[in-house]
């Protein structure tokens, strides 16, 4: 990504964290504990919702958007460790973390699918991956129908 898109994308983005991303955020990681994996931390945004995590090992590969988070990752209540990685090669032994947090992000991985098995491997059996995403699969029936009647149909 560029410099620009990193310095812009908190501002950008105030509106929706204020009406409901931030709601959303703070329910899916306030109260996760031990050390979390967080897969595509971008600007650092979730960074203050943690409250109970012992540690939170944060993943970008962007430089931009890691520089973006030092701030944020230097106020949260818990430790922040910011890790240079892509998420289809994760630089973390088997069975590691407690819980894989991701927001807004599987749009961005390049290799989602190996992202995700990778997450596994590096997470305990039973860690919990919580994923806030805004984007839809292309196989469900509201797709199906638009795809095939686009022609025919007007959808507002």
């Known amino acids: 990504m560029s410099t620009w898109f990193s310095k812009l994308y908190d501002p950008f983005m105030s509106p929706l964290e204020k009406k409901r991303f931030g709601a959303v955020r703070n329910r899916l990681v306030s109260q ?5 994996l967080e897969m595509g931390s971008g600007t650092g945004v979730n960074f203050g919702y943690y409250q109970q995590a012992e ?3 944060a993943v970008e590969p ?3 958007m890691r ?18 990685a892509s998420g289809e090669s994760l630089p973390f ?6 819980a894989a ?8 991985i390049p290799e989602p699918t190996r992202a995700l098995q990778e997450i596994r491997r590096v997470c305990k059996p039973d860690a919990p991956l919580l ?5 839809r699969t292309k196989w469900n029936k509201d797709y199906w129908y638009r795809k095939t009647f686009s022609g025919y149909f007007s959808y507002d």
Do not use: R, W, Y
Not at 67 to 84: G, H, N
Not at 93 to 98: A, C, G, H, K, S
Not at 101 to 108: P, S
């Open 101 to 108: 947090v991701g927001t807004l992000v599987l749009c961005t």
């Open 131 to 135: 994923f806030f995403e805004h984007v």
């Open 67 to 84: 520089k973006q988070s030092t701030d944020k990752a230097e106020k949260a209540k818990v430790p922040v460790e910011l890790v240079a």
């Open 32 to 36: 996760q504990q031990g050390v979390i």
């Open 55 to 57: 540690k939170v090992v």
């Open 62 to 64: 962007d430089p931009g």
């Open 93 to 98: 032994e088997e069975n590691m973390f407690d």
